[in-house]
Structures are given as structure tokens and as C-alpha cells.
């Protein structure tokens, strides 16, 4: 019994690790020059083309979810007459 409590310390200390397996470049100093530099770009499509698509995505989910807010009060203020 306590040969399979000393396992399982050792099986949690192991999968507890905050150590990284993997060490990555630091590249802070790549993505500083990117969107620092004065290209006449807005900084929030300067990422690329998955940027590009998520703020075209977000505005026009903005822009339609006003449009149909602004549809559903119209349609709500004009209470329909029942004969």
C-alpha cells in the first residue's frame, strides 16, 4: 500500500509540472516592430489575413445585430390593429 501512494506522488508531482517540455523563441520583439511600424494600416488587421477576417466578421455581426435591434423597435412601436 505504501508502495502504490509513493506511485501515485510521483504520477502527481509529474503531471502538476509547470515546467515547459518545449521552450519557444521570444518573438515579442518581432510582433513589436509589426504593429509599430507606420503603413497607413490600423493596428487591429495588421496580424494578417486571419486578423482581417475576424474584424470584418465582428463588424459586420455588429453593424446586422444593430440593423435588426433597430428593425424589431420599429416593428414594436407600431402596434398592429386587430379588427
Known amino acids: 500500500m505504501l508502495q502504490n501512494l509513493l506511485a501515485l506522488c ?46 470584418r466578421t465582428t463588424m459586420i455581426l455588429a453593424v446586422g445585430g444593430t440593423a435588426h435591434a433597430m428593425y424589431e423597435l420599429a416593428l414594436a412601436s407600431f402596434p398592429k390593429k386587430q379588427d
Open 10 to 55: 510521483q504520477i502527481a508531482q509529474r503531471t502538476t509540472s509547470t515546467a515547459s517540455r518545449r521552450q519557444f523563441g521570444n518573438r515579442v520583439p518581432e510582433k513589436q516592430k509589426l504593429f509599430q511600424e507606420d503603413n497607413g494600416v490600423p493596428v487591429h488587421p495588421k496580424g494578417g489575413i486571419a486578423d482581417a477576417v475576424l474584424y
